[in-house]
């Protein structure tokens, strides 16, 4: 999974890009101008893989990972620069960072009461950007079928006439509703208002206990909104990890902002995770949901998908109530399964393949 972390200026898009990669990158604007891109990966934290790896004594446990690029922050208008443009298209979401916080280094005293009004902006920017793209296909559609016509440019230009109406509504095309074969149509596109999104409101710490107030908004499936409080979360950071629950504790939260981010991403896109167990290794591995068996195969190794012939599969809670995959197995709550059987979130599986 790959995420591309977004926003207007000094909103604090560095500040979370260190806090989920626990990196050391330049928060100040001239930093920005020498590397205008940072790229960070991230362990996806999963409390289920610290039991497993207790339960199975395995040599080394593999988390999950995801990465983060970092883009310098753009201006209203801005966003349609081409450089900009090709580094958001590349990735499977967007984290749009928002700012509640007082910012004294740009002479801003009061809190802006009203982030949502920078989410309905930064909305309209990746709208404008997709309208441009749209725009230009279609004048190129129309002078094609002027010479030739063919059932899939009349195709094509159906539907870019429904994403050109839906953009000039100033409504994402994530909203949209598409069929599979219409998405695919439009994934050579990489349209920025099609991609999952994902607000992140970024708190003062005198505003946390109002925090509910900037997450009542609704949001389209597609589209989700959470919070971090940078100035904590750098302070969480530099703990000892003995600590680090206590400090949470103290200020009411059941995980740390990082944890929430990363979290949060992952149902945006639907994912789960599923792990492998190994007599070196236990690893766990991101999935998207409704996924089968053979295709999940390949997601640790091509041979594996190729030559599938079966998967070994037993429930997170299957395995520690049974306390190992040998007693598992003898209670009858490990199973074989064939490669139709779809991937659950939490399953341990042994895949069986000949190469």
């Not at 806090?19 to 289920?48: Q, Y």
Request: proline residues 4%; hydrophobic residues 40%.
């Amino acid at each position: 999974m790959k995420a591309s972390i977004v926003g207007f200026p000094k909103v604090g898009k560095t500040t979370l890009f260190n806090i989920l990669t626990h990196g050391h990158a330049d928060t100040s604007r001239f930093g920005h101008a020498k590397k205008p891109v940072n790229i960070g990966v991230a362990e996806v934290p999963d409390a289920r893989l610290e039991k497993l790896h207790e339960l199975l004594q395995t040599s080394k446990k593999t988390h999950a990972t995801t990465e983060f690029v970092d883009l310098v922050g753009v201006n209203r208008g801005e966003i349609k620069n081409t450089e900009y443009l090709a580094h958001l298209r590349t990735v499977d979401c967007l984290i749009h960072v928002v700012r509640a916080f007082k910012d004294p280094e740009m002479g801003i005293a009061a809190i802006d009461p009203h982030p949502h009004d920078d989410i309905q902006d930064f909305n309209l920017e990746l709208i404008l950007a997709d309208m441009d793209v749209i725009h230009h296909r279609l004048d190129k559609l129309s002078v094609m079928m002027k010479k030739v016509k063919s059932r899939e440019n009349e195709e094509e230009l159906a539907l870019l006439q429904r994403c050109a109406a839906q953009v000039e509504a100033e409504k994402p095309l994530r909203e949209l509703v598409l069929d599979p074969l219409e998405k695919k149509r439009l994934r050579s596109f990489a349209f920025l208002s099609e991609k999952p999104l994902l607000h992140v409101i970024n708190l003062g710490e005198e505003l946390l206990q109002r925090k509910e107030d900037f997450l009542a908004e609704t949001m389209h499936e597609n589209q989700r909104i959470t919070y971090i409080c940078g100035a904590l979360e750098e302070q969480i950071g530099e703990l000892a990890p003995d600590e680090r629950a206590e400090f949470l504790e103290q200020y009411g939260f059941s995980e740390s902002g990082r944890d929430r981010v990363i979290h949060s991403t992952f149902a945006l896109l639907d994912l789960i995770l599923f792990f492998t167990p190994g007599p070196e290794e236990l690893r766990a591995w991101p999935l998207r949901h409704g996924t089968h068996a053979q295709k999940a195969a390949g997601t640790v190794h091509s041979d594996m998908e190729h030559g599938f012939i079966r998967a070994e599969v037993v429930s997170f809670d299957e395995l520690v109530k049974t306390g190992s995959l040998a007693e598992a197995r003898k209670h009858g709550v490990l199973r074989l399964e064939g490669k139709d059987y779809i991937v659950q979130d939490g399953d341990i599986i042994t895949f069986r393949f000949h190469v």
